[in-house]
């Protein structure tokens, strides 16, 4: 495989392709500039760590291998680049010599956001239709173990460029006729994008029915979040899935982690929710995203959300120019690598409570920061009865309760 030098960057926005600019690779270092014609829309992709000019510019080595966090925000990561990797070299490519533009080609299009590469490198062709969730839940059980997969290029096409730790699948749902098809392009009517995960080898066999539970326990506690419904195979086993947020009516919206706009390193983390509070003002310009951020805080600190890194929040960029906040994801029981949370709460990460939340909300001036808390503890109070209707066993539910029990208040 010949490696690429050049990259044309694209935006899809709004239904209309506008032309962003270049990505080149010279040496060892990765150059991007802005075309002229584009900086006249005035839609800057990344406000914090990209210059909007058209200077030719260049990020450091880290954290992105040279890439800014708008650019690598569209690569997978997790499982998604374990499939790309078993993939390419399942036929022949060393992975050890793929760039970053290598890997952005065969993103291409097919990404999250409205974020496009050109020459794309598409794979292989294979039938529309997903196929049946057991078997892919099989199969993706064997990749995790290092085994071969007969359909890794259907499972490629699927999720190979997902991110997240636990496998996935972009699909099409029709919740009339209750069918999946690749959720790629020319959806037809009746369809919506949803992306759908599949429990990994180290996770709870109840974790399904544990998110869609935090799910409804987070809508609750007033938190935005896109539909979720939980989708059955034919052995009865469910799969959690959502509505993907950066698909509206068939156009895309430019969508950037916090990890990317801000350049934080997610797996060594030194990110605050105050970090993030304020990265919200500053695209919102509204004192309302404090309360999105601190709402979102508070939740993950009483219900033991502790995988609350900078990749698992999110911002959107419409064809006007707006940027919100994401509609909140990720959203489970969980502990980190080392079972502190991955975002910190005013410097505490290990067992940050009521006093941390307060601390936090001072720095903001948010007045309404203890009735927030109070409405999410409301929530997180109903887990027991939620747990129970959304069928998680008693001593799964006992076990999450005995957890955010010990969380100081």
């Known amino acids: 495989m010949a490696g690429i030098n050049k990259l044309f960057v694209s935006l899809l926005l709004g239904g209309n392709s506008l032309e962003v600019g270049e990505l080149v690779l010279s040496g060892q270092k990765i150059y991007f500039r802005y075309n002229t014609d584009y900086l006249k829309t005035g839609l800057n992709l990344s406000p914090i760590k990209l210059p909007f000019s058209g200077d030719i510019v260049s990020a450091e080595k880290q954290p992105f291998d040279g890439l800014f966090g708008v650019f690598n925000d569209s690569l997978p990561d997790g499982w998604g680049r374990l499939l790309l990797d078993r993939s390419l070299s399942a036929k022949g490519i060393d992975i050890g010599r793929i760039t970053p533009l290598d890997r952005l080609a065969y993103v291409g299009s097919r990404g999250m956001g409205a974020l496009a590469y050109r020459p794309e490198i598409k794979p292989e062709k294979t039938t529309d239709l997903v196929p049946e969730l057991d078997i892919l839940a099989t199969e993706m059980s064997h990749i995790l173990q290092g085994t071969s997969s007969e359909i890794i290029e259907e499972l490629f096409i699927l999720g190979g460029s997902s991110g997240g730790a636990r496998p996935k699948i972009f699909a099409a749902y029709n919740p009339l006729t209750d069918d999946l098809i690749h959720g790629v392009d020319n959806i037809p009517e009746g369809y919506d994008e949803w992306i759908i995960k599949f429990p990994s080898s180290s996770d709870n066999r109840e974790i399904a029915n544990i998110e869609f539970a935090y799910h409804k326990m987070a809508l609750l506690a007033g938190i935005e979040m896109s539909e979720c419904r939980l989708f059955k195979g034919k052995s009865g086993q469910v ?73 698992n929040f999110s911002f959107l960029l419409d064809a006007k120019g707006e940027w919100r906040f994401a509609p909140a994801y990720d959203l489970t029981f969980s502990y980190s690598g080392y079972g502190f949370h991955s975002t910190m709460i005013a410097g505490e990460s290990k067992n940050p409570g009521r006093k941390e939340l307060m601390k936090l909300s001072a720095h903001f001036g948010l007045k309404n920061a203890s009735s927030i808390i109070e409405e999410v503890q409301e929530a997180i109070s109903q887990w027991g009865a939620i747990a129970s209707e959304y069928g998680i066993t008693k001593e799964t539910s006992n076990n999450i309760q005995t957890a955010m029990d010990k969380i100081r208040d």
């Open 239 to 311: 799969y959690f899935g959502t509505k993907r947020f950066d698909r509206a009516a068939e156009k895309r919206l430019h969508t950037h982690t916090a990890s990317g706009i801000m350049h934080d390193n997610f797996r060594m983390s030194t990110m605050d929710y105050g970090h993030l509070m304020d990265c919200a003002f500053r695209l919102e310009k509204h004192v309302k995203a404090y309360e999105k951020i601190f709402r979102l805080a508070a939740f993950n600190v009483y219900s033991h959300n502790r995988d609350d890194h900078s990749k």
